[in-house]
């Protein structure tokens, strides 16, 4: 299985170019989201997803969309990028039951904004 | 929202030292959950916790659900080069479908 893939691995954009960060997951997981980490920030939520057709906002949300068509896809849409969106993107998927939600990452995107 | 204090931030260890790494939170977590992140590359799951006073290990790796349910620690014993990463607690206040909220790593260097 390939897990939870990301699509491209690096990007460099130029400030107001938009873009779409792919995540694929082949393990029909239900539950998707992003989060992108800075130096000494941690991973911070900007996204997630319950199912298809349902996403909501986490802690980061400003300056990005997702929608949730399908189970396998997450899109992470940056419509006009600026400079503070300069991060490391990471998508991660999980099944959840009860509480036991373990969530599996992609190996990332890496995105400058120049 | 929740926050997750890790500490520390970095350790510099020598090869064969134990490690000892944890998270605090002023709100109760039904679950603890301890990555590791290697150069370039995404976090990976080590433990999960999910009741109040658990222990688990997982080969040289040890971690605890505090018995507050506002803690966990995780333990590397007799630590190798290939420890070397971000170690990441991350916790979750309600059912399986609420987000986790993660700490901000733990850089493990460890020196041979």
């Known amino acids: 299985n390939a897990g939870v893939t990301q699509t491209p691995k690096f990007q460099v954009l130029k400030t107001g170019q938009s873009m779409t960060l792919q995540c694929a997951q082949d393990m029909n997981h239900e539950y998707m989201s992003w989060y992108r980490q800075d130096p000494g920030m941690g991973l911070r939520l900007i996204h997630y997803?319950?199912?298809?057709?349902?996403?909501d906002q986490g802690e980061v949300p400003n300056g990005y969309n997702v929608s949730r068509s399908t189970t396998e896809d997450f899109p992470l849409r940056l419509l006009s990028a600026a400079p503070s969106q300069t991060s490391v993107y990471f998508c991660a998927s999980s099944s959840p039951s009860g509480a036991r939600n373990i969530q599996y990452f992609g190996a990332g995107t890496r995105l400058s904004v120049l | 929202g929740q926050q997750l204090n890790q500490s520390p931030q970095s350790m510099f260890i020598q090869e064969g030292e134990d490690v000892s790494m944890n998270c605090t939170s002023s709100s109760i977590f039904n679950t603890w959950l301890w990555y590791k992140q290697d150069p370039g590359e995404g976090p990976v799951l080590l433990i999960a916790l999910y009741k109040a006073g658990e222990l688990t290990s997982n080969g040289r790796l040890t971690a605890q659900f505090g018995i507050t349910r506002k803690d966990s620690f995780l333990n590397i014993s007799a630590s190798i080069p290939s420890d070397v990463g971000i170690y990441f607690c991350a916790g979750r206040v309600g059912g399986g479908n609420t987000p986790l909220v993660f700490g901000k790593g733990t850089r493990l260097s460890v020196i041979a």
């Open positions: 997803s319950v199912g298809a057709g349902i996403t």
